[in-house]
């Protein structure tokens, strides 16, 4: 899994408040939940609140954790903006940039699709989930110490939704926001039935109007929808301390941060000083890391992690190894086709992509066997479609039986195996097959269409700054090229990768989609038609099918957990089946290596995966250990 996709799911409100939701049987509101349109201390999707009103902290958490020290992590790429608003559109988000904002609600990372008042102290929204309320604190104050207001709220939410695509979608069923109180902002939703409308909401990032609609200090007008290099103005636990554009970026602690007692930020944000070095590519971050230029490395190489980590500080146990669970989320990483442009418009020819992937063969020579093949788009959860339909999935697939391949009502989904010379030439074969079958043949050993006789090639295209993935286009190239594909590997800088993604110009790339386990509205911006167009949108391939829309209007409806699963597993088998990628490889597992310098709770979330830096702090004693840093 790459950081940018993370980023990416983090920015739009799913990786930080929408993953971490666990598998869980259907129930009906519980007791203690308010009825219809009554003021609630927190929201959940479909059942129980874990904490009661008034709750102390959360468990997870160690409320007596220290407060100092300084956390290094490395950043591969680079930035040129600190604003989120236009984050995806233009220019490169500074990481960490938000951390200096609050959101309305704040995420419990134990506990289901559940969340708890941050700026607002409470949440009212009525049965058929038409509109929601939100009260915001008294006490919830930007840091210059003017209060954090309903006009901030609605200038913060028009603006997302004026300028990010992505969130425009995320939000299109917004109808309307508008102050109903002196605290209080309404947003109106354009249908009922939507029950995740007032979650989505809540995890609404808010911006500071009067900062915005400021001058900067050279007397310049400041503008919402453009990059800027000015720290903002937050309301968050960190504030942006210093920074070289492009390099490195630290953020301070806010010591007289408003929400630091609030019983959703107890035994958080606790080191004084969050420090982000930038590198131009992961083989130098990785160097940095062991001549101790950083603290903490998430490692996405499984050669890296065989291989790379015998230096004397981890014989000395002065760096820790340490593998955390993946337990709140899915994945589709993969090979995946533009198929805007008429050469990758015929399933067929995606499919023989797909056979000629040996997927076993480079498992075993360059990643150590640590990987496991995807064979969804919810991968390792319970919402994966596996065998064939039955039940409440089929009633839901049944209407659209002539709108989706017949092979989603006849066979199980499954891809290719490799591995053996002789499974290599089999798929190959079948590959040949079907290329044949969409038109195209071999002319003087090249590919070719078989009408027009122009030859077929390809583009991956790949950011330099991830040269793991370069090696792994080469191996699946001399593939490709015994099937007569003219196949060409395009390795871009980091600037240059993003505007080609935000414009569509690409042929193929690897990407990932980071799914919830409990997947709603995003949806529509990962596979919907209306973003197939929306620049910037993270419907990269290009997907417009009435099928796959429907699916996704069933995903976003659902009375229950039931009816979600349900749903959600019709969905992953027509994406499956339509074969608009070639799936790679999964790892159950966050790998870690740090210097031995922090603490953390003895009982960690359960659903956060390492929750570093969040919940961990700076232990003067391990760190004298460890030894110095710079």
């Known amino acids: 899994m790459n950081r940018r996709s993370l980023l990416t799911s983090a920015l739009l409100g799913l990786a930080a408040q929408r993953l971490g939701l666990p598998a869980f049987p259907a129930a009906a509101a519980a007791p203690d939940q308010p009825a219809g349109d009554a003021w609630r201390h927190g929201v959940s999707l479909f059942g129980d609140l874990k904490y009661a009103e008034g709750f102390k902290q959360f468990d997870y958490v160690n409320a007596a954790a220290p407060k100092g020290g300084t956390m290094r992590e490395a950043v591969t790429g680079t930035f040129d903006s600190f604003n989120i608003v236009v984050w995806g559109v233009k220019g490169n988000l500074a990481a960490g940039t938000t951390l200096i904002y609050d959101t309305l609600l704040a995420p419990a990372m134990d506990e289901v699709a559940s969340e708890y008042g941050l700026i607002a102290e409470a949440a009212r929204y009525p049965d058929d989930h038409s509109w ?193 669970p993946i337990t709140d989320f899915g994945i589709m990483q993969a090979f995946a086709f533009n198929i805007r442009l008429d050469k990758f418009k015929d399933p067929r020819v995606r499919l023989a992509f797909n056979y000629a992937f040996d997927f076993e063969d480079m498992n075993r020579q360059l990643f150590y066997g640590q990987y496991q093949r995807i064979s969804s788009y919810f991968d390792r959860t319970e919402l994966a479609a596996t065998g064939l339909p039955t039940g409440r999935e089929l009633e839901i697939l049944q209407p659209l039986r002539d709108k989706v391949p017949p092979q989603v009502f006849t066979t199980p989904y499954t891809n290719p195996v490799g591995g053996t010379p002789e499974a290599e030439r089999n798929n190959l074969r079948q590959a040949v097959l079907l290329l044949r079958d969409a038109g195209y043949e071999i002319r003087n050993g090249k590919l070719a ?140 597992y966050d790998r870690s290596a740090r210097w031995d310098r922090f603490g953390r709770p003895g009982l960690m979330p359960k659903y956060g995966e390492a929750a570093f830096p969040t919940v961990w702090w700076w232990d003067a004693a391990k760190a004298a250990k460890a030894g110095t840093k710079s």
Do not use: C, M
């Open 132 to 324: 929601a309320s939100y009260r915001l604190r008294r006490e919830a104050t930007w840091h210059d110490g003017k209060p954090i207001t309903p006009d901030d709220v609605i200038f913060s939410f028009n603006a997302f939704k004026q300028y990010s695509p992505q969130l425009a979608a995320y939000y299109r069923h917004v109808r309307k926001v508008e102050q109903s109180g002196e605290r209080e902002i309404t947003f109106t939703f354009d249908a009922p039935g939507n029950r995740e409308l007032p979650q989505i909401v809540g995890q609404l990032s808010v911006l500071p109007k009067h900062w915005w609609e400021g001058t900067d200090s050279s007397g310049k007008k400041r503008d919402i929808g453009a990059t800027t290099l000015e720290p903002p103005l937050g309301s968050g636990p960190y504030r942006i301390k210093s920074f070289s554009a492009g390099r490195d970026i630290t953020f301070e602690r806010v010591p007289d941060y408003w929400a630091r007692a609030l019983n959703v930020k107890v035994g958080s944000d606790n080191f004084d000083a969050l420090h982000f070095i930038y590198f131009r590519d992961t083989t130098v971050a990785l160097e940095a890391f062991k001549g101790d230029t950083v603290d903490w490395r998430e490692e996405n190489s499984a050669k890296n992690w065989a291989t790379a980590y015998d230096f004397p500080a981890v014989k000395e146990k002065r760096v820790v190894l340490e593998q955390f």
């Open 449 to 588: 269409n078989a009408k027009t006789g122009e030859p077929y090639a390809v583009e991956f295209l790949t950011d330099s700054a991830e040269p793991d993935f370069e090696r792994v286009v080469l191996f699946y190239k001399p593939a490709l090229e015994r099937l007569g594909i003219a196949t060409t590997l395009r390795a871009v800088d980091d600037v240059q990768y993003e505007n080609r993604l935000r414009t569509f110009d690409f042929d193929i790339i690897i990407s990932s989609w980071v799914e919830s386990l409990s997947p709603g509205n995003e949806q529509r911006g990962y596979w919907g038609s209306q973003a197939a167009d929306q620049p910037a949108s993270l419907n990269r391939i290009g997907i417009k099918n009435p099928a796959v829309d429907a699916l996704i209007d069933q995903v976003i409806f659902a009375k229950s957990r039931a009816d979600l699963v349900a749903a959600t597993k019709a969905l992953d088998r027509v994406l499956l089946w339509n074969h608009y990628v070639v799936p790679q490889w999964t790892y159950p």
